[in-house]
């Protein structure tokens, strides 16, 4: 704005009046600029980037506009800068943030475990920034030495060393904090405990895996994931599952350890895997009550359960001689029974049940033996955000017939087409073709890195939209493991990959996962970004939540169109993922269309300060 001319003479109150005037109307004039210049160039230091991103050229890119009447700038402008999260936010978990729960005055059932589950943040109240590493905080120590041994700065909480020292969860160490593979039932180490298991169980060789017939394994309340840490030496893969509960680091120091690990709970919601998905399920000392709500947490392990799978229960109901525990247990022996379940082996301190093959004692059990069987047109393969259900899920009459999963031993099954290929839709020579893809793709990728990257770069691997995955199993000679998200969408792809002895979960990448900052070496998103564009999603956000799970030195891959590739490029020197990056358009292949590209970055290290360590 520009100050009224100045009159050369004549009017009321003199040529001083006016000049005063003038004075005062250039001045309001200041103030009203420097008033509009804050508050356009304000977002790039609040707590949110949304205001900064309706600068950005979306429209011509084809990206929604993240708000109306945004301001024309030149096409090769890149955001310089994206906020810092406050340094208490250092450990965020955006759907598990119980302080937010609480300022939303959400009323949750404690006694549910309701305040465990995910209650993500609405889009107002997100913290669209960087999230910070602790002061100090090192590069990780790398597999497999870190099973033993993590920096004690990473993850500064010293505290369940000392109330877990007479149970050997942990030992602080100067500098580093140590895993002698204790537990709470197993003093003695988690090693011996698993071969005492294999013992009652009557597997050859001490081997839990009972000749690659054991894959996957599902430890509810696993504490450090110790049990889960040597269970991968008998060729077995655990889902280490626990809240951030009054242990809330738990899980932290499993991903730390390169253990495999998730954040969850036995609470009102399905967990997000589909039925028939684990040979066996564990609980040493996991501390859920049961029989609570007429049985349906149990009823929910055997949901997930294959036919015959085990259910390990190792706590003091089990052995116990006092009423109490006494009383418990008869309650517990009960419900199992009338689940039909059978004691496959009970020995010292720990019962093991086995589930049944077929629905033959579903069909014999008298009319109104609770729990129920599930209605018929209940899925039992619907898990994300599906309520729980106290009933007992039969088998689908192809399962009932063959008494049993129909899957090869292990390594067999990760390239044999599952049985449950067939309910997607996929035929085995397409689910041939799709192995012998990703295993082109995986090598091309390695080979694109390869100047970069040293044998033990990766241990914990993402793969954001697994589809079958072919990602993983061409990782089969890595020495990584891989949490396969498949998208709540395309959610019955899961059985598949669980039945291939991998691993993974569902969810919906509008939201924020549920781990810890800095927990995955390197993710994978093939379509991903543009897929969630196509949902009204945001693709800013989608990335700052790339940034927080991923660690410092970590990489990304990303495959997608030109175009979001062009998009996210403008946003690397924000992100701080520019200390080395890839770019290429790959080899065409039956998966890919010819706008394809691929890019690999690498995330840098930096101090809430943002400079560069």
Known sequence: MTPPPHGRGGGHGGGG????????????????????????????????????????????????????????????????????????????????????????????????????????????????????????????????????EVWKA?????????????????IVNGDKINFPGGGTHFHTGADKYIVHLAQMLNFPNGKLNNRGNVRNVLDVGCGVASFGAYLLSHDVLAMSLAPNDVHENQIQFALERGIPATL????????????????????????????????????????VLRPGGYFVYSSPEAYALDPHNRKIWTQMSGLARRMCWRVASKKNQTVIWAKPLTNGCYMRREPGTLPPMCERDDDPDAAWNVPMKACLTPYSKRANKVKGSELLPWPLRLTAPPPRLEEL??????????????????????????????????????????????FAASLRNKDVWVMNVVPFTESGKLKVIYDRGLMGTIHNWCESFSTYPRTYDLLHAWLLLSEIEKQG???????????????????????????????????????????WTFE?????????????????????????TLQDL
Not at 154 to 159: G, K, L, Q
Not at 589 to 605: P, Y
Request: glycine share 4%.
């Open 17 to 148: 009046a006016l000049g005063r005037r003038a004075y005062a109307s250039l001045l309001a004039a200041a103030v009203v600029a420097l008033a509009l210049l804050c508050l356009f160039y304000g977002a790039a230091f609040a707590p949110s980037i949304r205001s900064a991103h309706s600068r950005l050229p979306v429209r011509r890119l084809g990206f929604r506009a993240r708000a109306a009447g945004a301001l024309p700038v030149p096409a090769g402008l890149a955001l310089s800068s994206i906020p810092v999260c406050d340094a208490r936010h250092s450990e965020l978990i955006p759907c598990l943030d119980r302080a937010l729960h609480y300022r939303l005055r959400l009323r949750l059932n404690l006694s549910l475990m309701e305040h465990y589950e995910r209650h993500c943040p609405p889009a107002p109240r997100r913290l669209n920034c960087l999230v910070p590493p602790p002061d100090g905080y090192q590069v990780p120590i790398r597999w497999p030495r870190s099973r033993d």
């Open 537 to 579: 999603c945001s693709l800013e956000d989608l990335l700052i939540e790339m940034d927080r799970i991923l660690r410092p030195h970590g990489y990304a891959i990303i495959r997608d169109k030109a175009a979001v590739l062009n998009y996210i490029k403008k946003l690397l020197s924000a992100l701080r993922w520019d200390d």
């Open 154 to 170: 990473n993850i500064p909480h010293p505290h369940l060393a000392a109330e877990k020292s007479d149970q050997r969860w942990m």
């Open 425 to 470: 839709g996929i035929s085995s020579n397409n689910f041939s073709e799709d192995n012998e893809i990703w295993h082109s793709r995986v090598t091309q990728y390695w080979k694109h890195m390869k100047s970069e990257i040293q044998k033990n770069s990766f241990r914990n691997v993402m793969d954001m939209s697994a589809n079958l995955g072919g």
């Open 584 to 608: 290429v358009k790959p080899k065409k292949d039956a998966l890919s269309s010819d706008d394809e590209r691929v890019l690999i970055v690498r995330k840098k290290l930096w101090n809430q």
């Open 264 to 303: 969850g709970v036995l609470g009102t919601r399905r967990l997000p895997y589909p039925s028939r998905s684990f040979e066996m399920a564990h609980c040493s000392r996991c501390r859920i009550d049961w029989l609570q709500r007429n049985g349906i947490l149990l009823l929910e392990v055997d949901r």
